[in-house]
């Protein structure tokens, strides 16, 4: 019996959203549309690295690390300085026997 009421739903029921229909124009713009993110789709992921990252290829981050590498050095450099004044020159120990 329950066998027989499974079958009987599925054989009467009748197909939902497949018996829309729409406009010529419509379908045409919408496969142009679609084509479109397709075709794009590809290539947006690309070009938004590429403008994300564009200092990377004009060479302005490489000024900008230089910068950055030397401004570095020279904190270091005022740094163990003033930590020599403070605290007096770091002991150094002979290794070699």
Same mark, same amino acid.
Request: without cysteine; proline residues 2%; aromatic residues 14%.
């Given at each position: 019996?329950?066998?027989?009421?499974?079958?009987?739903?599925?054989? /009467?029921?009748?197909?939902?959203?497949? /018996?829309?229909?729409?406009?010529?124009?419509?379908?045409?713009?919408?496969?142009?549309?679609?084509?479109?993110?397709?075709?794009?789709?590809?290539? !947006?992921?690309?070009?938004?690295?590429?403008?994300?990252?564009?200092?990377?290829?004009?060479?302005?981050?490489?000024?900008?690390?230089?910068?950055?590498? !030397?401004?570095?050095?020279?904190?270091?450099?005022?740094?163990?300085?003033?930590?020599?004044?403070?605290?007096?020159?770091?002991?150094?120990?002979?290794?070699?026997?």
């Amino acid at each position: 019996m329950a066998e027989s009421s499974f079958t009987n739903f599925f054989n /009467n029921s009748q197909t939902f959203g497949l /018996n829309v229909s729409t406009g010529y124009d419509k379908t045409l713009k919408q496969m142009g549309k679609t084509a479109g993110n397709v075709a794009g789709g590809v290539f !947006s992921p690309l070009f938004e690295y590429l403008e994300e990252n564009e200092e990377v290829f004009n060479g302005d981050l490489t000024k900008e690390l230089n910068k950055l590498y !030397s401004s570095n050095f020279n904190m270091n450099l005022v740094l163990q300085a003033e930590d020599a004044k403070v605290n007096g020159t770091r002991p150094s120990f002979d290794t070699k026997f």
